[in-house]
């Protein structure tokens, strides 16, 4: 990409800040006054009695996702002054800057593209001199030929075998999208085709991913937007030791390593022949990057028309959260309610529940969208926030969870928003399973909104000792997404829906969502500390607990201290 000139280089940084401080902001005032006089003793069952189509009205719909989000602590007024926040904090000029590819990462000086990797190719987007459509393009061509070849067969290892088994080494973003799109779209996956991701710099994870695979029919694909993540390059050269040593070859490298990253230079020093590389931007964040080549793995298992489906759907979304008026948008109604419950309900974290076995890697997925994107504590000034800013996203497959921590939700102290997420009609179908799914998702956010009353506990006889344990306090608030089949398509529209409800929260906290500094300082520790660990002579300078940490590791390893009667 081209350079900044450094005179320009001042100029982008706080373009987009704004410098009225939030909590000062008119309609923040009115929503602190909405929560104390009237909100915050809202009773969904009051609402909805009082309101009888409410589950009619609070509801969007777009890019094929049906949002209902009338089990919330919000009326009409509560909405109207959530989007008139949205509005006082510059809302749709940010989403503009950013589709036009804006500097809107200040910290980091870059642009926030991950939506031109989903536009159509009859599209343009000249940004800064260059049109971004056609480099997306080209790009997504060239993985389109290579996914073919390995899909049919035509691409060969260096004995002439066919590729039979995928194995994405990456982490962060690098990782989690390709995972959880594999997992969510395990059911277009070409069959004689496995995908295996090594993330974990733990030996184990490596030796057990490779335990059992050809080596002549594997084919690992290096994707680090870097190309010097630790963790990354360390699995990478131990995958290219066990191939090496498995064909006896150094030369078959070429044919079983393609490389995605933005760094050709270290890729080539890896070993990977530049025409295996498939490339992509500084404006593509790495939790940003499953449209881009980052993808590679998800359009070799599901191929490239699937693979199209799913950009499609998540340009279908990008371009409802850039045009549908905010009452309407559904990104802006997810990311204004998770300010609502987090800075005026004091909720420290939201589930996400999806009810579908394809989905269970999407929490964790969200886990780095949301938090390594608005855990920050700085606004873009920097000057410290004196608000809340990211919740703690958690969950997982719904069901599983009903038999495990939604005791919790149901019963605990604290309010944990939620998010369910259903399906119409089923991905793989037995009789009535579905309708058992779907009812327990149904269920569980009605139990959660409208709980049990110690009236309702007693009439069913309950021995009086028991009643106050069995009540359901209700009032819990949640959303409904009802999709109609998981596929590509919905499968994009759900998580560009994400992503944008992401930026709209960092949008309103006045933060940069698309840098990462609070991930450096345990990487340059970890460097030092590892250097520690192999010379057991290098002295310590850490504080007590760490210095005793890394002695008493040393003592383990030098077999002077043993603990574990059954070694
Ligand atoms: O793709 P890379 O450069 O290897 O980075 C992997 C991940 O590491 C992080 O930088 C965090 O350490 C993430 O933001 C990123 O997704």
Known sequence: ??????????????????????????????????????????RLERLFAADPRRGETLIAEAAGIYLDYSKNLVTTETMTLLMQLARQCGLQDRVEAMFRG???????????????LRKPASERLVVEGEDVIAQVQDVLAR???????????????????????????????????????????????QRDLS??????????????????????ETLFIVCSKTFTTLETMTNAQAARQWLVQQ?????????????????????????????????????????????????????IAIGPQHFRDMLAGMHAMDEHFRTAPLEQNLP?????????????FDARSQAVLPYSQYLKRLPAYLQQLTMESNGKQVTLHGEPVDYQTSPVYW?????????????????????????????????????????????NMFAQAEALAFGKTVQRVREEGTPEELVPHRVFPGNRPSNSMLIEQLTPYSLGSLIALYEHSVFTQGVIWNIDSFDQWGVELGKQLAKRTARELIDHGQPLHHDSSTNALIRRYRACQGGTVASDPSK
Request: hydrophobic letters at 40%; glycine letters at 10%; charged letters at 15%.
């Open 332 to 344: 802006a109604i997810l990311g204004m309610l998770t300010v609502w419950y987090g800075n005026f």
């Open 395 to 439: 969950g997982d497959n719904g069901i599983n969870g009903q038999h495990s921590f939604y005791q919790m939700l149901h019963q605990g102290t604290q309010m944990v928003p939620c998010d369910f997420i259903g399906f119409c009609q089923p991905a793989q179908a037995l009789e009535q399973q579905q309708e058992l799914l779907m009812a």
């Open 195 to 216: 995908l295996h991701f090594l993330s974990d710099v733990d030996a184990a994870a490596l030796l057990e991913t490779v335990r059992g695979l050809p080596a002549e």
């Open 102 to 116: 804006d500097r809107i990462n200040a910290t980091e000086q870059r642009a926030v593209l991950h939506t031109a």
């Open 143 to 189: 993985m389109e030929v290579f996914a073919e070849q390995v899909r049919s067969g035509a691409w060969t290892g260096h004995t002439g075998r066919p590729i039979r088994h995928v194995v994405n080494i990456g982490i962060g973003g690098s990782d989690l999208g390709p995972m959880m799109a594999h997992e969510a779209l395990r059911h277009y996956s």
């Open 247 to 299: 064909l006896g070859d150094e030369a078959a490298v070429v044919r079983h390593f393609v490389g995605v990253t933005t760094n050709i230079e270290e890729a080539s020093r890896f070993g990977i022949d530049e025409r295996n590389m498939f490339g992509f931007w500084d404006w593509v964040g790495g939790r940003y990057s499953m449209s881009s080549a980052i993808g590679l793995s998800t359009m």
């Open 1 to 42: 990409m081209t350079k900044l000139p450094a005179a320009d280089l001042q100029l982008p940084l706080f373009a987009y800040s704004q410098r009225e401080s939030l909590t000062e902001k008119r309609a923040w005032i009115a929503l602190q006054e909405h929560h104390q006089y009237s909100a915050r003793h809202f």
